[in-house]
T-cell receptor, first 112, second 111 residues
């Protein structure tokens, strides 16, 4: 019973490098989202998707790209990493947008 | 826009003490309200929820009542345990949109 799986769990990047955070869910959820968690800021929505082929921006989308080619996968791409993107990233999914969110264990990213 | 405000932490309690974490919200419609808990090194998990006014959500000894008149959803537990030490997030969902979270309240319980 995997639920929401995120990889990698830890990553260190240099400024300007690119990378992709992977997220996969096996619950056949239509809705998937990415949040970042920063001290004193709570969770802020980066991007979300209501189904395959459909994505939209959240509160803090700048510097991030997403795509949703399958129901299961929702990768988050950093095209040119900046120190301000140092954070813990959480992927979450639910049956519908307003439903219970199931979270992955998080990916801790450090940009030097 | 919609928002959630919860009390600042950290909250430090002794085992068996009574817990209250305040949460108030601003929303244009009739939101669903949630409490999520994050244990150290883990992702968030749903603790309880309420979908309409006067509903009471409960789980693992925690309770919260949806109060429309005071736009509040305060989390309570009668007797906390060391294992309850975690970060607690209040959240709302309005008109089927993505969940909006408060900033989180850290609870530390000592024996």
């Amino acid at each position: 019973n995997a639920g929401v799986t995120q990889t990698p769990k830890f990553q260190v990047l240099k400024t300007g490098q690119s990378m992709t955070l992977q997220c996969a869910q096996d619950m056949n959820h239509e809705y998937m989202s990415w949040y970042r968690q920063d001290p004193g800021m709570g969770l802020r929505l980066i991007h979300y998707s209501v189904g395959a082929g459909i994505t939209d921006q959240g509160e803090v989308p700048n510097g991030y790209n997403v795509s949703r080619s399958t129901t299961e996968d929702f990768p988050l791409r950093l095209l040119s990493a900046a120190p301000s993107q140092t954070s813990v990233y959480f992927c979450a999914s639910s049956y519908k947008a307003a439903g219970e969110l199931f979270f992955g264990e998080g990916s801790r990213l450090t940009v030097l | 826009g919609d928002s959630v405000t919860q009390m600042e932490g950290p909250v430090t309690l002794s085992e068996e003490a009574f817990l209250t974490i305040n949460c108030t919200y601003t929303a244009t419609g009739y939101p669903s309200l949630f409490w999520y808990v994050q244990y150290p090194g883990e992702g968030l998990q749903l603790l309880l929820k309420a979908t309409k006014a006067d509903d009471k959500g409960s789980n693992k000894g925690f309770e919260a009542t949806y109060r429309k008149e005071t736009t509040s959803f305060h989390l309570e537990k009668g007797s906390v345990q060391v294992s309850d030490s975690a970060v607690y997030f209040c959240a709302l969902s309005d008109l089927g949109t993505a969940l909006i979270f408060g900033k989180g309240t850290t609870l530390s319980v000592s024996s």
